[in-house]
């Protein structure tokens, strides 16, 4: 048997749903979910999912292979939170790669890319239901190809996204909301509402969609 973990971020964990909800094909794997980077250890596959931390290097030692999604066309837009950048920016059509763990940063060999298609009205919640049916679909496909793979090494120069705060999510009073659209899309309404500031106070903005378009 081939001994698989999917290791998530207990402060992130926007995935774990999604990955229940799903029936992983093949007899000859076992799978574990686990949250503790200190347990993934001695797997032959590890698919790390959703973690914004460098693993240590003995976690990359101790596994034979460890595998992250990451949803830009690399090597441009490495980094932290690729997808809400791009939705900023005003993409609809974003790449998801699935690429080899390695002791640089989103720099490892590429053995899957599939596209995901946004129409650029989701919200928040839609938005993460589409990113993670681009994970499961990049985690199926590799696993009914597994061993039979021909990862191909990034090629050209690498851009980065920073990491996001808080502060990212407030709103200009002086714009529209059509301008300031995407970035009302990209909040969490419980985690990291939208926000603005009037008169020395801060409103917080939520957004829900009511009907479909």
């Not at 093949?26 to 001695?42: L, R, T």
């Amino acid at each position: 048997m081939i001994k698989v973990a999917f290791l998530l971020d207990v402060s992130n964990d926007w995935l774990s749903p999604y990955l229940d909800e799903n029936v992983w094909i093949g007899k000859q794997y076992v799978f574990n979910k686990i949250y503790d980077e200190a347990a993934a250890m001695h797997y032959d596959i590890v698919f790390v999912l959703g973690v914004t931390k460098i693993l240590k290097k003995e976690i990359l030692k101790s596994n034979s292979l460890l595998l992250v999604v990451h949803e830009s066309n690399l090597p441009e837009g490495r980094g932290f939170s690729p997808l809400q950048w791009q939705i900023l920016e005003g993409k609809n059509v974003i790449s998801a790669c699935l690429l080899e763990v390695t002791e640089e940063v989103d720099s490892g060999p590429i053995f899957d890319k599939i596209e995901i298609s946004l129409d650029g009205t989701e919200l928040y919640l839609e938005i993460r239901k589409k990113q993670a049916a681009a994970t499961i679909d990049l985690v199926q496909r590799f696993l009914d190809k597994h061993p039979n793979h021909d990862p191909k090494k990034q090629i050209g120069k690498p851009t980065f996204y920073r990491k996001r705060t808080a502060l990212d999510s407030k709103l200009d009073i002086d714009k529209t909301l059509r301008e300031q659209f995407n970035l009302l899309r990209i909040a969490n309404n419980e985690d990291w509402p939208a926000f603005f500031e009037i008169g020395g106070s801060v409103y917080s903005l939520k957004i829900e969609k009511i009907n479909e378009n």
